[in-house]
Structures are given as C-alpha cells and as structure tokens.
C-alpha cells in the first residue's frame, strides 16, 4: 500500500511537471514568435528607411565623434561629385575651403555641446568648385551624454547665391552709372501726388483735370508734393 501511495504521488509529480513544461514551452514559442514579429516589423521600417535616405532629392551627411564620415547618400555624394565609398571614412574638413575653417570651428562648437542648427554653409566639390547649401543639421550624443557625431541634411542653393551675387554686381554697376554718368541724372519721389489724387477720387471727384483747373490751390499741393 505505502509502495502504491509513493507510486501514485510519483506519477502526480510528474503529470505536473509535465504540464508546467507544456505550459513553458508554450510561452517560449508564443515569445519566439512575438520576437520574430518585432525583428520583423523593425526590418521592414529600417528597409523603408533606407530607401527613404537613398532616394531623397537632399544630402544626407553622418559623421562620428571624431569627424569621420560615416554615411552619405547618394544625392550627397553626386551633389559633389563623389562616388558614397570614397567619402566613407574620410575627415568632414576634407570637403571645406581651408578659409571656411574658422567657419566650421564655430558650428562643431555648437555640434560639440549638443545644439542643433540651420544655417548656409559652402562645400569644395572634387573639381574644386563652390557648392553652396543650407544645411539643417542635428548632434548626436551616446549614453553618457558625450559628443557622438551629427547627422545633417544638406540641400542644393548655388544657383539661389549665384542669383543674389549677380544681383549685388548689377547694383553696383548701377550705382556706379549714377555716381559717374556726365549727363545729369535725378529721381523724383511721386508718392505725395498719389496720395493727393487717391485722395480727390475717394472725395468724388470724376474729372480730375477740370477739378485741378478751378481749385489752383489744390494744383499747387500737387506740385508742392513733387
């Protein structure tokens, strides 16, 4: 009898341990497939990512704490004419006038302490040409809130500056043909008689010459305000 009771209560045993490692197993493939689903899902959005990164129309530019590059897209690449794996690795500085130096201290500055910022900046392309951007650009700090890099977006505005310069020359040239010119030149302000007509008009005068003719004050406020 006491040979069946240590039997019965064996078997007992071990239909319950039986059921806790059913039980357990359970859990393990339902966690094994919620992690297959998660790494999943990440995959997708990290693919979406990265196409979004290599397809976009603006530079992208990531750089470590030491400033090496590490990361270019496409765009950014072709803007200076590079392919990304010759930039890969390379020093930011390597792509800047050396008189735009002190420039760019001033912005890793920034980057250094974490502050984030959007301003113009010019690159040196690799036949040595101006690239002119605006670049919006963020830092990037690692767990002990250090200094980890930056990531920014750059994009393309060196028609707009080439705009604006050949805008500057033109007003110089014209600014020189006034202060130069051996035929007298002059410019008359007309604003005054426009606010005297508008003003006529608004009174309900219709015929404007006829007015003028029969109110010669009114005539000369007008020729006053020339």
């Avoid at 130096?101 to 500055?109: A, N």
């Avoid at 014209?174 to 008009?201: M, R, Y």
Wanted: charge should be negative.
């Amino acid at each position: 009898e006491a040979l069946q009771r240590a039997h019965d209560e064996l078997e007992q045993r071990v239909a319950e341990r039986t059921e806790a490692l059913a039980q357990a197993n359970e859990e393990l493939r339902t966690e094994i497939a919620e992690r297959k689903r998660v790494e999943e899902a990440l995959r997708q959005s990290e693919e979406r990512y990265r196409l979004l990164i290599e397809t976009a129309n603006e530079g992208i530019w990531a750089m470590d704490g030491d400033h090496l590059t590490t990361y270019v897209n496409q765009a950014m690449a072709d803007m200076l004419g590079y392919m990304p794996s010759e930039m890969v690795a390379k020093r930011v500085e390597e792509f800047f006038f050396p008189e735009d130096m002190s420039f760019h201290d001033q912005r890793m500055e920034r980057r250094h302490v974490g502050e984030d910022e959007i301003y113009e900046r010019r690159l040196r392309k690799r036949d040595g040409s101006p690239l002119w951007t605006l670049v919006s650009a963020k830092a990037k700090q690692d767990g002990a809130g250090q200094f980890a890099g930056s990531f920014a977006m750059f994009t393309d505005i060196t028609e707009r500056k080439w705009a604006e310069q050949k805008l500057r020359e033109n007003e110089a040239r014209l600014d020189a043909l006034f202060e130069h010119s051996p035929v007298a030149i002059w410019e008359e302000d007309l604003s005054g008689v426009k606010a005297l007509v508008d003003e006529l008009l608004a009174s309900g005068v219709s015929d404007l010459a006829a007015f003028l003719r029969q109110h010669r004050d009114k005539l000369s406020r007008c020729a006053a305000a020339v």
